[in-house]
Every structure is written in C-alpha cells, then in structure tokens.
C-alpha cells in the first residue's frame, strides 16, 4: 500500500473548531481491521518572548463502544455548566478592559502603601 493511500485512509471525515489559542480537531479515523473511531485533538498556541511560537498537543481516542456515555456525559456536563451560569463568558481573561483594571488597581495598591515594607532596602541598612 502506497503512503498515499494511508493517508487517504486515515482521513475519513474530518471537522475542525478555532477558539481563539486553540484549534480542536474532530477526526474519523479506521482501525486496522477497518473499524471506525474519533480521535479529538486539541492544539494550543504559544508564543514566545522572541515572536517565535510552538503548539501543545493532547489528543483522546474514542471508540464505538464508548460513543453513548460519552455523548450522555458531555451532555450532562455541558448541560449543568449552561444552566447553572448560562452562555455568557465570565472570565476574567474575556473582559475587554482586563488588563486595565488590574494595572489600575495594582497601581492604587502600590500608591496607598505609606508604610515602608520589608523588601524595601536601603544601602544603609546593610
């Protein structure tokens, strides 16, 4: 079999879903004895201080006899988290102006301090 045809194999339907940093990929793929499973990978995007960037994997494998409670679960779950604090995203990360009221805020922290503290050394104090 040619390596083509492995590939082709392989690929039997996929999906792919971008969040922001990260990309999950939702695959089809077959068994050697030419069974179906998922595999869901998730790709996560870091970069570093120098502009270059390298991405983290995970990935988990499912399998036909696992697709009904895995389904009932995920449904569950996603389920409990919607009814219990509804779509709208509420981390801290999300909110526009984030970074704003922490600098803000840090910095009356930093001003109201009169006191002198502990990690604050003078040459003389040596």
Known sequence: MRENDMLEKDEIFSKVLRAGRRTYFFDVR?????DYYITI????????EDGSFHFK???IYLYKEDFAAFTDILGEMTAYVLN????EVISERHQK?????????????????SEKSFTDIDFDDI
Do not use: L, M, Q
Not at 84 to 87: I, P, Q, R, V
């Open 57 to 59: 994997k995970h990935k």
């Open 84 to 87: 219990h604090k509804g779509e």
């Open 30 to 34: 077959a068994t050697k004895a030419d």
């Open 97 to 113: 102006d984030f970074k704003k009221e922490y600098h803000h805020d840090h910095t009356e922290s930093v001003n109201s301090t």
């Open 41 to 48: 990978t998730e790709s996560k995007k870091f970069t570093e």
